[in-house]
Antibody, heavy 119, light 107 residues
Framework: QLQLMESGGGVVQPGGSLRLSCAAP????????MFWVRQPPGKGLEWVAS????????YYAEPVRGRFTISRDNSKDTVFLQLNSLTLGDTAIYYC????????????WGHGTTVIVSS | YELTQPPSVSVSPGRTARISCSGV??????ANWYQHKPGQAPILVMC???ERPSGIPERFSGSVSGTSVTLTITGVQAEDEADYYC???????????FGGGTKLTVL
């Protein structure tokens, strides 16, 4: 089954920054909108950000707006999430997901990368 | 805008499980369903309210009525034990919404 691969997670102090990456060895991402979704410990899935196939349109969930930036490099078939001014509440597994044109849903996901914000 | 799911549903093997999701936007926008097991990538199991993606078993079905959607698993198997999330969008189709998730326990 096709999957995406996230990387860049780690342990960071409050106020710190991280850059997450999402690549797809078997999937061409440049034709698709992309999402970042996170799951805090013991909680459900939470949408973080979206980017259109060409990178022109970007949308953010309220808790991360102004601190996180989603971007993409279609020449490298990679999507990024820049996390700045991190807080304890940003601790979560971060998943990237691809928008399926036929399904109108997130049809391919990765296993996630873990971000831990701790002092 | 919110999507509301029951926190948990329990069912015996071979029986039928129904997981509901309610929200005002569901009367106008499609809902999708994801299955999520610990340590694994989420899997799309139902899209556009009632369309089953390729590779998803026929025992999974979806329906919509007014501002609610339902994921039905007929003949539940042990492997179906997981968290299930409904997902839609706000009224502009811009912001993604997830329900709180329903933990399906197979007794």
């Amino acid at each position: 089954q096709l999957q995406l691969m996230e990387s860049g997670g780690g342990v960071v102090q409050p106020g710190g920054s991280l850059r997450l990456s999402c690549a797809a060895p078997e999937v061409t991402l440049s034709d698709h909108g992309m999402f970042w979704v996170r799951q805090p410990p013991g909680k459900g899935l939470e949408w973080v950000a979206s980017v259109s196939y060409d990178g022109r349109e970007k949308y953010y969930a309220e808790p991360v707006r102004g601190r996180f930036t989603i971007s993409r490099d279609n020449s490298k078939d990679t999507v990024f999430l820049q996390l700045n001014s991190l807080t304890l509440g940003d601790t979560a597994i971060y998943y990237c997901a691809k928008y399926g044109l036929l399904s109108g849903a997130m049809d391919v996901w990765g296993h996630g990368t873990t971000v831990i914000v701790s002092s | 805008y919110e999507l509301t799911q029951p926190p948990s549903v329990s069912v015996s093997p071979g029986r039928t499980a129904r997981i509901s999701c309610s929200g005002v936007t569901l009367s106008e926008l499609f809902a999708n369903w994801y299955q999520h097991k610990p340590g694994q990538a989420p899997i799309l199991v139902m899209c556009k309210d009632d369309e089953r993606p390729s590779g998803i078993p026929e025992r999974f079905s979806g329906s919509v009525s007014g501002t609610s959607v339902t994921l039905t698993i007929t003949g539940v198997q042990a492997e179906d034990e997981a968290d299930y999330y409904c997902q839609s969008a706000d009224n502009n189709g811009t912001y993604v919404l997830f329900g709180g998730g329903t933990k399906l326990t197979v007794l």
